[in-house]
């Protein structure tokens, strides 16, 4: 990882000097990267599975990476560092430490290492040749690189599902955060960097340094400065405070997002910073492939412990499903951990300086992080229809009883149904039920909202719509229009497919969207009333003013 001093040059000055620089090698990778990642796309396979391709390509290839390898390599820090503090802005800390996120995530670790590494440490014994002479501190440390999930890789599926805000999403995040606790506690005791004692003045750091950046951001505008501002909040305020202290500068970035979640303008900042930190993390997929040469040792430590991503995945399972979470979000959130993580690399330099293990398990771990993410891809992008196939089998892990997510049971006598209560829905209920004088109901899966606006008299409830199990439970009869209103296109699809399995269905469906090609596949999937946003803005503003104008006696 470059150090904070590097990262305002790289900031500054990479990308240009590469391009100039190095223009062949800088055209190779960006069009390999454009190309792989656009047939993906075609192929419904997530984009980043195009990026992970594309540095094994040029690796397979030989490619001197010269000094467009340093910039795919700064860009990518850069990226996971915009990628934490984006997460941070959609993370408030209560939700981080409730014991159904620290006790499954704790457990999961240490059953991880003791079985990841045991198992290992009985393969040396047996005497195969890339085992061999692996001792117990070894043995224990490769079952604790293996214990991490990528939280780049479980954010970047989020997305793709328009499930970041989800609950299981959310469950997922959580769990991840108290895995890179673990990695900042790992990386301060094995760092050659001793933490400052300034250390101990970062909670005071924490508590005051919040309210200049409240101000700030307040003041930023929506413009440039607005992203200025993100940019400093991340790597000034988060990242070089907590590298100057000894710290994981990472986690520094995470933290200072989680002071912003409260802030008016939160969403906002988080929309802006969105494009930067997609761009930099095509790098990051990128530069997995180019971690080292492929060997005969490295392919056969990878056969032999891809597997474990299975083990892990099943022992999340169980351990959510013991917190009385429903059988449903167990499964999504833990087929979105079941994977390998980028940290498994950082815990295999250090291993291999001890003289613990050798360089060929540097690149298997790199192996193995890229085959789980090409494994999870398409099984995650498919995870809903997996659930609906193998429902009977995935719902036997409930236990019964009363689930901390449980589904609403029926929604009154209301006739318009609201899916989501953010920018989009909550305008809506007001126009249905305050101006119209009608009977609607929102439903939204952040339990935060829910409670809020249930104290404020609003006729919300708790549920997650792309569920075929709330479609099948609930009775529709008195609907007669279902809105559509999450920001996320993904999410809006998810949720419309599980309507289109619904027999005899009376209620139309009103979708919205914010562009042409959107507004497009609604059409396909016979959405009855289309909201394109683009097109009718200008209408309803001349609309609108329209009737406020005869209001107030005009044209009279």
């Not at 390999?32 to 419904?44: K, N």
């Not at 980043?48 to 910039?71: Q, S, V, W």
């Not at 430490?97 to 290492?113: E, G, H, R, T, Y």
């Not at 997305?159 to 900042?184: C, M, N, P, W, Y």
């Amino acid at each position: 990882m470059p150090t904070i001093s590097q990262f305002w040059l790289y900031l500054n000055i990479a990308i240009v000097r590469s391009m100039l620089g190095d223009i062949h090698t800088d055209i190779i990778w960006l069009s390999t990267a454009f190309v792989l990642g656009f047939l993906a796309m075609r192929l419904r396979l997530p984009s980043l599975i195009g990026f992970l391709f594309t540095g094994l390509l040029l690796n397979y290839f030989e490619m001197d990476k010269g000094n467009a390898g340093n910039i795919i390599e700064a860009l990518a820090d850069l990226g996971v560092m915009l990628l934490l503090f984006t997460i941070g802005l959609k993370i408030k800390v209560n939700t981080v430490f409730q014991p159904m996120i620290w006790i499954p995530a704790s457990i999961n670790m240490v059953v991880s290492v003791v079985l990841a590494g045991g198992f290992v440490f009985l393969l040396g014994l047996t005497g195969l040749q890339t085992f061999a002479g692996l001792d117990m501190k070894a043995s224990m440390l490769i079952g604790f690189a293996l214990s991490f999930s990528s939280t780049v890789f479980v954010v970047k599926i989020l997305e793709e599902r328009g499930e970041l805000t989800s609950f299981h999403g959310k469950i997922a995040i959580g769990i991840l955060v108290i895995q890179d606790i673990f990695a900042v506690l790992f990386m301060t005791m094995v760092s050659d960097q001793t933490p400052s004692w300034f250390v101990l003045l970062l909670p005071l750091y924490l508590y005051l340094i919040r309210y200049p950046l409240s101000y700030l951001l307040a003041h930023a505008g929506h413009g440039e400065m607005l992203t200025i501002f993100g940019f400093f909040a991340t790597f000034v305020t988060g990242a070089f405070v907590f590298h100057a202290l000894g710290l994981k500068p990472d986690l520094g970035a995470l933290i200072i997002g989680m002071l912003l979640v409260n802030h008016l303008k939160a969403d906002e900042l988080y929309d802006r910073m969105m494009s930067y930190k997609d761009f930099f993390l095509v790098a990051f997929f990128i530069n997995i492939g180019f971690s080292g040469q492929i060997t005969t040792q490295t392919l056969l430590i990878t056969a032999i412990l891809i597997p474990f991503m299975l083990v892990k995945g099943l022992l999340f399972v169980s351990l959510l499903s013991a917190f009385k979470m429903r059988a449903r979000t167990a499964f999504l959130a833990s087929l979105s951990l079941g994977n390998f993580s980028e940290f498994a690399l950082i815990t295999g330099v250090v291993g291999f300086k001890a003289g613990w293990i050798s360089n060929d398990w540097i690149m298997a771990f790199a192996l193995l992080m890229t085959l789980s993410f090409i494994i999870s891809s398409p099984l995650n992008a498919a995870a809903h229809h997996i659930f609906d196939a193998y429902r009977p089998l995935i719902m036997g892990i409930n236990a019964g009883g009363k689930y901390i997510d449980e589904e609403p049971k029926s929604i009154g006598n209301a006739e318009f149904l609201i899916i989501g209560f953010g920018s989009i829905g909550k305008p809506a209920y007001y126009y249905l039920t305050g101006k119209m004088g009608l009977k609607a109901i929102a439903i939204d899966y952040n339990h935060e909202i829910v409670k809020k606006y249930k104290h404020k008299g609003v006729n919300i409830n708790w549920g997650d719509t792309s569920n075929s199990i709330f479609w099948e439970t609930i009775d529709f009869s008195k609907v007669k229009v279902v809105l559509l209103a999450m920001s996320e296109h993904h999410s809006n699809l998810s949720i419309l497919q599980e309507i289109h399995k619904i027999k005899n269905r009376r209620f139309k469906i009103a979708a919205f969207c914010k562009y042409e090609d959107e507004a497009r596949v609604f059409r396909e999937m016979k959405v009855d009333y289309i909201y394109d946003y683009k097109m009718h803005q200008g209408e309803d503003f001349a609309e609108q003013a329209y009737l406020e104008y005869i209001e107030e006696g005009g044209m009279n």
